[in-house]
């Protein structure tokens, strides 16, 4: 953008304002189709933070900025020493012997299922300054952001194997977990009054086996700890049903069984 400087009255606390948050985040953006650009922007805002965030060796230098007002990583308020580190906080005691604290989140949900996990990047004993970063969160690292992986790209055709959106990985990166993430669903079951009587949550739940319960517990809530499958049962619920025409075959094993 180019104009008179005595025409000007106001401009840009930076440049990079032109563009989103996102955008400014595409190294060379300006070299960029504008179709593509905003193809990468959106799937930024779609990234899930992964189990081991690494910062891109390309930047733009707003990594740190975006890490910054995420509202995922903490930096020091004061100067002081690390006098505590543990998995759930931090103290940092400052030269007139006081001491600020700084909580972490573990395995926080988010609202899409992802996983919020605050890691400490200081030990016992650093000394630290005002505004160095002492937290990284799932997707940032040393307090940039971290989306992705660095890793090595070749474009080129593999058999067809990589036709369209299709991708070739090695086996490298999936025993490194390099594109690893951690999802955290949440499941919830009501017991209601019903007209024909209430419903109960227990473990004792007709013509199912032993072996699809074993990881219930007594009152028929999936155990803490337990590995569970897809169709996996997760907490037992039985409902009173009216009684129905049985037919013949019906009638004659209630007979015989009870």
């Not at 563009?19 to 060379?28: E, H, T």
């Not at 002492?134 to 952001?145: F, M, P, R, W, Y």
């Not at 017991?191 to 419903?199: I, N, Q, S, V």
């Not at 049903?241 to 075959?249: D, F, N």
Request: aromatic letters at 4%.
């Amino acid at each position: 953008l180019r104009e008179v400087p005595d025409k000007i009255d106001l401009m840009d606390v930076s440049p990079k304002q032109i563009v989103s948050v996102a955008a400014s985040l595409i190294p060379f953006l300006e070299h960029d189709d504008a179709n593509r650009a905003l193809m990468g922007s959106n799937m930024q805002r779609q990234a899930v933070p992964l189990l081991c965030p690494e910062a891109p060796l390309v930047a733009t230098g707003m990594e740190m900025e975006a890490a910054k007002y995420s509202g995922q990583t903490l930096f020091a308020k004061n100067a002081g020493v690390v006098t505590s580190v543990t998995s759930s906080q931090i103290v940092i005691t400052g030269h007139n012997s006081d001491k600020d604290s700084y909580p972490l989140m573990k395995f926080v949900r988010t609202n899409q299922g992802t996983c919020i996990n605050q890691r400490s990047t200081v030990n016992i004993g650093d000394r630290v300054e005002p505004g160095q970063v002492l937290v990284d969160s799932s997707a940032t690292e040393q307090g940039e952001l971290a989306l992705g992986q660095n890793v090595l790209c070749a474009f080129m055709s593999w058999g067809g194997y990589n036709f369209e959106d299709a991708i070739i990985i090695s086996n490298r990166l999936v025993e490194k977990d390099k594109f690893t993430s951690i999802h955290i669903e949440k499941h919830e079951v009501e017991a209601r009054d019903t007209k024909l009587g209430p419903e109960e949550i227990t473990r004792d739940i007709p013509n199912v086996g032993e072996e699809s319960l074993r990881e219930l517990d007594e009152t028929g809530i999936i155990r803490i700890g337990a590995k569970v499958d897809p169709d996996d049962i997760l907490v037992g619920k039985i409902t009173p049903k009216g009684e129905t025409e049985l037919s013949a075959e019906e009638k004659l094993l209630r007979a015989i069984f009870g």
